[in-house]
């Protein structure tokens, strides 16, 4: 099975990448499942219904969240309703919406996906990692071909989820930070590991928004509204290749598509 994994994806530019460029990496990887990280898709922070429906209408099978899940208040009964969006898996019992759902693919069996986020440098919330156990436990039950969202911050705590999770999952892929690492490993037991997917959203930008107010904000320590930049984009992802029988990884490879005028 191959998979692809799409990173952040920002506002309507990132929203434009995608559907630019998602056919087009189907064909040429031969994918079979596809999961985004719409965690800024709407506006550059957060769901909302219209987009995350345009996204699915894209071609996306899965889509994942972050610290941002619940920032427009219509996504929180859009989310009980709609099983293929996912928010993080330890939000406490009661929260709105899953963290973990197995889905079918046409040809290649069921994937499971898992959403966590990290507590280092974010808001707390219940430890990923007895979550992580908690869900891959009931997973495992249905499918061995199982991928993991880690959106955090930290870099340890992203490798120490991939490390504790090696060899129970098929990947682990970190989103969160925009910026895509270079450190894509399989672990030794089989696990695929990215410690940050990327962004999909401008290019010419700080994290997906335009660069004068962030500059400002660090220079001022002041307040300062932030705009989803305009520009050149770019569709940062993973394709995973994933041996449906033992669920374990046999390859993982960084995919990065411009689009638009690039200088």
């Known amino acids: 099975m191959n998979l692809l994994f799409i990173g952040d994806i920002v506002g309507r530019p990132g929203r434009e990448a995608l559907r630019s460029c998602l056919e087009s990496l189907v064909a040429r990887h031969r994918v079979d499942f596809t999961i985004a990280n719409i965690e800024n898709a709407a506006g550059g922070m957060g769901v909302t219904q219209p987009v995350a429906e345009e996204i699915l209408a894209a071609g996306v099978d899965v889509l994942t969240t972050g610290n941002h899940v619940w920032r ?17 898996a330890n939000y406490p019992p009661g929260a709105p919406g899953r963290g973990a759902a197995v889905f079918m693919t046409a040809h290649s069996g069921p994937v ?20 992580a156990d908690r869900e891959i436990e009931q997973l495992r039950g249905k499918t061995p071909v199982i991928v993991v969202d880690m959106h955090a911050e930290a870099t340890s705590e992203k490798l120490a989820i991939g490390w504790r999770l090696d060899g129970r999952v098929s990947a682990v892929l970190g989103t969160h930070t925009h910026v895509q690492t270079a450190d894509e490993r399989i672990l030794p037991r089989g696990t695929a590991y990215i410690t940050d997917v990327g962004m999909t959203g401008p290019r010419d930008s700080i994290l997906g928004v335009k660069a004068e107010p962030v500059i400002e904000h660090f220079l001022s320590g002041m307040p300062t509204h932030f705009e ?22 046999r390859s993982l490879e960084r995919v990065i598509e411009s689009v638009g005028a690039q200088t």
Do not use: Q
Not at 228 to 247: C, F, K, M, R
């Open 72 to 88: 427009h208040r219509g996504a929180v009964g859009y989310i009980d309703a709609e099983p293929r969006l996912l928010r993080p």
């Open 112 to 131: 499971g996906v898992l959403n966590l986020l990290g507590r280092t440098f974010m808001h707390p919330l219940d430890c990923p990692f007895r979550a």
């Open 228 to 249: 989803v930049a305009g520009g050149p984009t770019v569709l940062n992802g993973v394709v995973v290749s994933i041996d449906t029988e033992t669920g374990l990884a």
